[in-house]
């Protein structure tokens, strides 16, 4: 049995890296995607636009004014003596919202009396929207406390203030967020995609038939199209480690017997579900649309771009049975957090059952299929 799979795997690995050109696609698009993506996918805000209409001109709201401008995620202010003027910049889309100091601002501040500044946003750019009215906000309060406790004495100012400390990540470097999880999510399409698209093709060839009357018995063909692709995400993802830790610099703190055993029990777990989509269609492109399929809910429901306690009671049951969803905690404990076997061992459990489940499920269908 272990001759016949091991000649099973080697035409495997043989048909997958014989061309120049495939050989070149299980490297270097990935290798792009991490490039691109590791700047391209930032939870950050910078660069904004704001349009300030100053109807007091009195001293807060040069001082608004001023702080907004030093911002490093204020790109540029733009004055405009009506909100009318400031409006149609919002809907044009050049700006990003509109910043009204209202007349009698400082005057009120400085007479004790409580006051307002509003903030016009562009609801289209929702999470944009919010963060900019966050970091306005926080300026305009800052402003608004300095003068006031001025105003009444320095007696009246606050003495309490909060004082910040970031474990993990103390820089709030999003690229130490952004990294480990591209990792989960880059691996996620090779495995599948591979799996997927490899009975497809043979069928497509005319040499699946040819396989099915060797010696190798249906379970054997489906372990040996199985192993392969997970070799080879085993290959991608020791490249990205390299790449994530000395050329961005994000720390690994955690072990490499936890992480290789969690990739080794994801990768199985893509296999598997790339191996049955492949056992139930008859071409490529139905082998490529279903694999598409599968991996864009793996990745919304993962916890990449949304927390998984924002959704619904129901989709945050679903996300129990993702892989993607417990790869990503794995490589974020690993990562940043030195996290021990202990805290892990849950996330790592359900990854190995949901392994033990698809590719017992993939190599099912495949002998039935092929039966």
């Excluded at 007091?56 to 995620?73: C, H, M, T």
């Excluded at 480990?180 to 040499?207: C, K, Q, Y």
């Excluded at 916890?303 to 794995?330: D, K, Y």
Aim: aromatic share 8%; charged share 15%; with cysteine.
């Amino acid at each position: 049995m272990l001759q016949r799979l091991l000649a099973i795997i080697r035409k495997e690995l043989i048909s997958m890296l014989r061309d120049r050109r495939a050989r070149l696609s299980l490297v270097l698009p990935p290798l792009i995607q991490l490039f691109i993506l590791s700047f391209a996918a930032t939870m950050e805000v910078k660069n904004i636009e704001l349009a300030v209409v100053d109807l007091d001109r009195g001293p807060v709201a040069l001082e608004i004014v001023q702080r907004l401008r030093g911002s490093p995620s204020i790109e540029r202010l733009l004055p405009f003596p009506s909100v009318a003027a400031a409006h149609r910049q919002v809907e044009r889309e050049n700006v990003m919202g509109v910043l009204v100091l209202q007349s009698g601002l400082s005057a009120d501040l400085a007479a004790g009396r409580p006051t307002s500044v509003q903030l016009l946003l562009d609801g289209r750019r929702s999470n944009a929207a919010q963060i900019t009215a966050q970091y306005v906000n926080s300026i305009v309060q800052g402003v608004g406390a300095e003068m006031a406790g001025q105003a009444v004495g320095a007696s009246a100012a606050p003495r309490a203030e909060v004082v910040i400390d970031n474990w993990f990540n103390p820089n709030l470097d999003y690229l130490w967020f952004m990294l480990p999880n591209l990792i989960g999510n880059l691996s996620l399409g090779v495995a599948l995609m591979i799996t997927a698209l490899s009975v497809a093709r043979e069928r497509e060839l005319g040499t699946f038939d040819q396989t099915l009357v060797s010696p190798a018995t249906p379970v054997e063909i489906a372990l040996g199209k199985l192993l392969p692709p997970i070799l080879v995400a085993l290959l991608q993802i020791s490249l990205y480690l390299a790449i994530v830790t000395q050329l961005y610099g994000v720390p690994f703190r955690g072990s490499l017997l936890i992480f290789y055993a969690s990739v080794l029990a994801f990768a199985a777990a893509c296999a598997g579900v790339g191996l049955f989509i492949s056992s139930l269609v008859h071409t490529q492109q139905q082998a490529f649309l279903g694999a598409f399929a599968v991996v864009l809910p793996f990745a919304l429901l993962s916890g990449f771009a949304t927390p998984v306690e924002n959704m619904p009671w129901w989709l945050q049951l679903v996300t129990s049975i993702n892989p993607l969803a417990h790869m990503l905690h794995l490589m974020q404990g690993l990562f940043l957090k030195d996290a021990s076997f202990a805290s892990l061992a849950h996330s790592l459990g359900q990854l190995l059952v949901i392994a033990l489940v698809t590719v017992t499920a993939a190599v099912l269908l495949f002998r039935r299929k092929a039966e």
